[in-house]
């Protein structure tokens, strides 16, 4: 489980593609203290399962799951990621519930600079519009943050300068690819709404035939 507080942004040292997958390495540096084979990751939100380390560096296996639903697929020697250790009982939760299950990928469809401001507005396949809200929450690679707007096929976010200098957000341009997760509680209650009101529907259509 992670919170969605992003604890630095690492670089890609070596990549391999291996049958079904590829592992990827990366320079975890002070991030790497007391990490253990078989600890959980979170890299540009995703959960990573800990393979292999040496000093500080670690290497991670993605699987073709993993790669079809992220931008992990597409990342190249030299580039940068958000990293989030696992949390730990007892910990401060600063953030929102993160599973590191990423739901699908966004575009940066436009970057708004005003004074002071940095917005992002990112679109999305309209199926996963119904898991926002304005103030709401959703993970945008791995980094939680707060919904401002919700459109048709987009959303935006605004960003304050400790994100754009923590994470990899602040890196982002138009077209880029972004890791998304939405709230596990909303997804719960539309999903659940959905499958019992055309059953509801249903009975009062049975029930009006039946006078």
Same mark, same amino acid.
């Given at each position: ?29 002070? /991030?790497?203290? %007391? ?6 990751? @979170?890299?540009?939100? #995703? ?5 292999? !380390? ?77 898991? /926002?809200?304005? %103030? ?6 791995? @980094?939680?943050?707060? #919904? ?5 096929? !987009? ?57």
């Amino acid at each position: 489980m992670f919170t969605g507080i992003v604890q630095g942004i690492r670089k890609i040292t070596a990549v391999e593609n291996l049958e079904g997958g590829r592992r990827l390495r990366i320079k975890l540096e002070d /991030l790497a203290e %007391k990490l253990q084979k078989g600890a959980s990751v @979170a890299v540009n939100g #995703v959960c990573l399962t800990v393979v292999r !380390f040496e000093g500080d560096w670690v290497e991670f296996d993605v699987i073709h799951e993993s790669l079809n639903k992220s931008n992990l697929g597409t990342l190249i020697v030299g580039d940068f990621v958000d990293i989030e250790r696992a949390c730990i009982f007892g910990d401060e939760v600063g953030g929102h519930s993160v599973t590191g299950h990423v739901d699908c990928q966004g575009v940066i469809a436009e970057v708004r600079n005003t004074t002071n401001n940095h917005d992002l507005v990112v679109s999305c396949d309209k199926e996963w519009m119904a898991y /926002l809200i304005p %103030k709401g929450w959703i993970s945008i690679d791995g @980094a939680s943050l707060t #919904v401002v707007e919700v459109g048709d096929n !987009f959303f935006s976010i605004s960003l304050i300068p400790e994100t754009l200098t923590r994470t990899v957000l602040g890196k982002k341009t138009k077209g880029d690819t972004v890791n998304l997760e939405f709230d596990h509680t909303t997804k719960v209650i539309v999903r659940t709404v959905e499958r019992i009101f055309p059953e509801i529907k249903k009975q009062l259509l049975a029930g009006k035939n039946n006078l």
